[in-house]
Nanobody
C-alpha cells in the first residue's frame, strides 16, 4: 500500500507560480511512475503531467505544456509539480497518483487514471485574475 500526500496548493494571481509536492510512503517510489491530475468543479478529471522511473518518460497535457514542470526530488520519495504562468483556468483540486510497483507507464496521452493505482487526497489551487 502506498500513501501519498500533496502539499503546496493555495492561492495565486494569474501569471504567478506555485510548486506542488507529493510525498509518498513507499520506499520504492522512485521506481514507480507518478502523475499529477486535476479536477475543477463540474469538469472531468484531467491528467496533466507524468513521469516514469529514471525519468525515461515525461509527458504533459497540452493545456499545461511549456508552463508546468514535473520532477523528482533529491529525496527518493518526492515528486514536484512546478506551475508557472498560472491562469484562472488552472484552478482545481490537484491530485498526485502513483502506479503499482512494476507497472510500466509509457507516457500515453491523454492520461488514463486507471494506470495509477494510488492517489493522494489532493490540494486545492485557486488562481485569480
Amino acid at each position: 500500500q502506498v500513501q501519498l500526500v500533496e502539499s503546496g496548493g493555495g492561492s495565486a494571481q494569474a501569471g504567478g507560480s506555485l510548486r506542488l509536492s507529493c510525498v509518498a510512503s513507499a520506499a520504492d517510489f522512485s521506481r514507480r511512475s507518478v502523475a499529477w491530475f486535476r479536477q475543477a468543479p463540474g469538469k472531468d478529471r484531467e491528467g496533466i503531467a507524468g513521469i516514469s522511473p529514471a525519468n525515461s518518460y515525461i509527458a504533459y497535457a497540452e493545456s499545461v505544456k511549456g508552463r508546468f514542470l514535473i520532477s523528482r526530488g533529491n529525496t527518493k520519495n518526492t515528486v514536484y509539480l512546478q506551475m508557472n504562468s498560472l491562469k484562472p483556468e488552472d484552478s482545481a483540486m490537484y491530485y498526485c497518483a502513483a502506479a503499482a510497483s512494476g507497472y510500466i507507464w509509457r507516457a500515453t496521452t491523454p492520461f488514463r487514471a486507471a494506470d495509477f493505482a494510488y492517489w493522494g487526497p489532493g490540494t486545492q489551487v485557486t488562481v485569480s485574475s
